[in-house]
């Protein structure tokens, strides 16, 4: 298994652009979410899934869209990119919605610049 | 509401000390796992161990061990005999049946160890 993978590794954009993160896993995950990771603020989530046909926001959603089309890929849009989105994103998916027992599996993350 | 609290933002220490990494949670449920991720330099994160809140063991593995305290809400985390190698963000999180239907979890904001040689 590959298990949680995203691409691309690095991104810088200029304002205004707009990108896809992807991220897809190979473990038919049902639960996949987004983070942002910033200094001094840990992990905060921007949208989870617990299905296919199923997104919902987490924190800090602003700016930024997902689909889930199939079990396996959990894409992140920014649609207008802006210097305050310049973070490393990090992808995770656990097997069930459902429980508070799995641990998550967390992609290599994705560093961006926006300039 | 639950929150995950980790105080201590950076901690520093030479090769061989002791260290401990506190994580303090709250929730209104009786039913939770707690959770610690390690983030080295390399940037991926790994899980570690999780804890039911049914289990109140302390679990050591190597030079690791975690102390569970359901009267302190409190779940830290000891390295013994610090290496370098130990140097990391370490995260703390929960996740409980209060956080809504899909179970999300909350992460503590990490604390940094750097281990000096």
């Known amino acids: 298994n590959a298990g949680v993978t995203q691409t691309p590794k690095f991104q810088v954009l200029k304002t205004g652009q707009s990108m896809t993160l992807q991220c897809a896993q190979d473990?038919?995950?049902?639960?996949m979410s987004w983070y942002r990771q910033d200094p001094g603020m840990g992990l905060r989530l921007i949208h989870y899934?617990?299905?296919?046909?199923?997104?919902d926001q987490g924190e800090v959603p602003n700016g930024y869209n997902v689909s889930r089309s199939t079990t396996e890929d959990f894409p992140l849009r920014l649609l207008s990119a802006a210097p305050s989105q310049t973070s490393v994103y990090f992808c995770?998916?656990?097997?069930?919605?459902?429980?508070?027992?799995?641990?998550?599996?967390f992609g290599p993350g994705t560093r961006l610049t926006v300039t | 509401a639950q929150k995950v609290t980790q105080a201590q933002t950076e901690i520093s220490v030479v090769e061989k000390e002791d260290v401990t990494l506190d994580c303090v949670y709250e929730?209104?449920?009786?039913?939770?796992?707690l959770f610690w991720y390690k983030q080295p330099p390399s940037g991926e994160l790994v899980f570690l161990i999780r804890r039911n809140s049914f289990d109140e063991q302390n679990e050591i593995s190597g030079r690791y061990s975690w102390n569970f305290q359901k009267s302190t809400s409190s779940f830290n985390f000891t390295i013994t005999a610090s290496q370098v190698v130990d140097s990391a963000v370490y995260f703390c999180?929960?996740?409980?049946?209060?956080?809504?239907?899909?179970?999300?979890?909350?992460f503590g904001r990490g604390t940094s160890l750097i281990v000096h040689p």
């Open positions: 899934s617990v299905g296919a046909g199923i997104t």
């Open positions: 929730t209104r449920d009786t039913t939770y796992y």
């Open positions: 995770a998916s656990r097997p069930f919605a459902g429980t508070t027992e799995d641990e998550q599996y």
């Open positions: 473990m038919n995950h049902e639960y």
């Open positions: 999180a929960l996740s409980a049946t209060s956080s809504g239907g899909s179970y999300i979890p909350t």
